[in-house]
């Protein structure tokens, strides 16, 4: 397994945050229905970042075997570990406070797993740039979260 696995994970992190975004901006209103709009698209765009990834390094040696990892199995791991546990959450708590756990979670785990996959990806100024990205959507939350509580 290889790079190209481990960016359909990160498109698949980035859906799960798109999806709960999402969720969340239809319940929502005034300032929190705009955050929430703004933050799935940010995870759109992500997706977007890597699936043209993925068409890169396929394009680049017409399979993605030249970019094969050792340590695939820890990443793929992790992200099912610290991420995917929540797609039993996807009915999303009425109680605002619970969603946004479950959202911080998320992003806490993509970025984990961001700043793990980072060394086996050549092009790393644009997962930093998503990285500090994530890091935002992180920090916004937990503003809205204090405010919450």
Same mark, same amino acid.
């Given at each position: 397994?290889?790079?190209?696995?481990?960016?359909?994970?990160a498109i698949g992190i980035e859906k799960k945050g798109y999806s709960y975004y999402t969720k969340l901006a239809n319940r929502s209103s005034g300032y929190n229905k705009v955050?929430?709009?703004r933050l799935a698209e940010k995870e759109k765009e992500h997706?977007?970042?890597?699936?043209d990834l993925i068409k890169e390094y396929k394009d680049e040696s017409g399979s993605s075997a030249a970019y094969e990892i050792e340590d695939v199995d820890l990443l $793929?791991?992790?992200?099912? &570990?610290?991420?995917?546990?929540? *797609?039993?959450?996807e009915k999303l708590s009425d109680d605002l406070g +619970?969603?946004? $756990?479950?959202?911080?979670? &998320?992003?806490?785990?993509?970025? *984990?797993?961001?700043?793990?996959?980072?060394?086996?990806?050549? +092009?790393?100024?644009l997962l930093e740039r998503i990285i500090k990205e994530e890091e935002k959507h992180l920090k916004e939350l937990l503003e809205v979260f204090h405010d919450y509580v």
């Open positions: 397994m290889g790079i190209t696995k481990l960016l359909e994970i955050l929430f709009k997706m977007k970042c890597f699936h $793929k791991s992790l992200a099912e &570990i610290s991420v995917f546990p929540l *797609e039993n959450a +619970k969603a946004i $756990k479950i959202v911080v979670q &998320i992003e806490e785990g993509s970025i *984990e797993f961001y700043w793990r996959l980072i060394e086996y990806i050549p +092009k790393k100024n």
